[in-house]
Structures are given as structure tokens and as C-alpha cells.
């Protein structure tokens, strides 16, 4: 894949060019710059991610990652529990919180989305990547008959999970981007994959109308979520900061119906009772959690 030719400025929608800007060195090598074709706006990439977010568009959008560039070039790994690394004292904890009963919903929903998974041919861009739970997903399918685009608004987590994943796979790319403003060209992807990500970004109308526009026609959105109920206490912390519309079922499914999605369908996979967890804003400890996958087509 040329994975410039599907980049464009977020701020003009033109495509990108290697840049004539003298190059520096970085840990992974060199950090190339890339240039808007119209409007001149610079990008670079760095660690392996091409970081194309505008500032301009995108200073409202709050990064909770807290992440430095010492840890990502740190000689030690944040890896995954299944190759035996020492996690963060945080993840473990984080985990140790969250109930039997939600463990068991997630593994269900984990296996439905195995199951589509298996069937993706062509490009696929995973929405939020985060540290990497639906990437690992993809990567760890039989088949490899198709290449993923992974993209987050912080360059500095797709950094560390580039580099924790040890994804050296010429398959994988990492994309710096805001999901309201995609610096993605029309009509680029077979598959969108996103794993929780339209609880997590506000204003989802813009983001379910960036990803009808990046999809090819008759390509297919698969959303792994789980939803809150409109008149509980979670809905009034997720109405409070602009994320109600991503966090109930039948909203989201409305938003993508009105950008221009058909065929939207959503299994409820399972259903659980969220335990308290402060490492959590949402959901609100006591409510229920439905465990879903909604699947739409372009």
C-alpha cells in the first residue's frame, strides 16, 4: 500500500507530499515531513506514525493518554500479558476491578467479532487504536489477505503500541489523526473497524459522517461497543461531556442512518452490571452495560 497517496491535510482536504525539509533522526530512524500540496501546512512522522492533526481543528479535543516520548524510547516494553512482560502497576489494577460478569460479556463480544474478522479482504482502518485491543484482533486472524490503517488522535499511544505489538508487519500503518476530521481520503477502506471509540470522541454525527466518506461503496463499518440506557445515571455523565450520542444504542444507530449508512443491524452479544472502577468515567458503577456489535454498509 502507498500510504501517502491515501493521506490528505485535514484542513484543505488536498493530498500530501514528501516534503524538501531537511530531515532529523529520531530513535526509529528517520523523521521524514510531509507538505500540503495547497496549502503548504506541515506534518512529520516520528516513532513510525505520521502525525496529521491540525491544531487548528482539532484544540478541543482533550488527549487523555499521558504518554512521553522518554517512556516510548525507553529500552523497555509495555507488552501484553500473554508474552510474560511486567504490565503497569495501573493496568493490572485496572483490571482486577472489573467484574467476573463483564469479563465474560467482553469474551463474548471478543469472539463475535472474531467471527467478521475472519471474513475482511482489502484495507481496513481500525478507528482509535488506543493501546491496541482491536489491532491485536486483526493481526492475530489466520487470514492476512488485507492491510490495516490504524489511527488515533494521540501519535504518542499509536507510538507505544507500535512498539509494544512489535508490529515490524509491512501490512500495519499508524495514523495520527482526529476521527471528526480524518486526514484519510474519500473512498480508501473495505472494512472500519472501531473498538469503543464513539464513547470515548464527541460530536459522533461528525465522526459517522467521516467514516461514511473514507469507505468505499458498499464497504462495511463494524462498531465493538457498549452502551449505556438513555434514562440512567450514565447517560447524564455521558450528556455532560458530549458523548451521549456514541454511548446509547439506538443513537448511534440513527447517526449512522443519517449520514447516509444502510443496512444497520446491531447484536446484543451480552449484557452486565458495571462494577465501580476509578479509572473509569463512564459507565457509572450500577448500571447496565449491553455488550453489542453493530455492523453497517456504504
Known sequence: ???????????????LIESSKVSAKDADGTMAFLKCESCCNEYNTKYGVYDIVSEKLSSNQEILWRITDEEIEADEILDNESNGVEQPSWVEDYYSKISVETKQAQQKQSEFMNQLIKTFSGTVCDLATGRGNNLKKLLDVDSNNFQIVCTDICKRVLAMTRKYLKTEDSRVFYIATDGRYMSLKDNSFDYITSFAAFGNIPESDKVAKELYRILKPQGKLIIEGSYIEPNSKSYEVAKSNGLEKGMVEEYLIQELKTVGFKNVESTVVAKAIWAENPYDLLPVAGDMQYFCVIQAEK
Do not use: A, F, N
Not at 500500500?1 to 493530498?15: N, R, V
Open 1 to 15: 500500500m502507498d500510504i501517502i497517496s491515501l493521506l490528505m491535510c485535514p484542513e484543505c482536504k488536498c493530498g
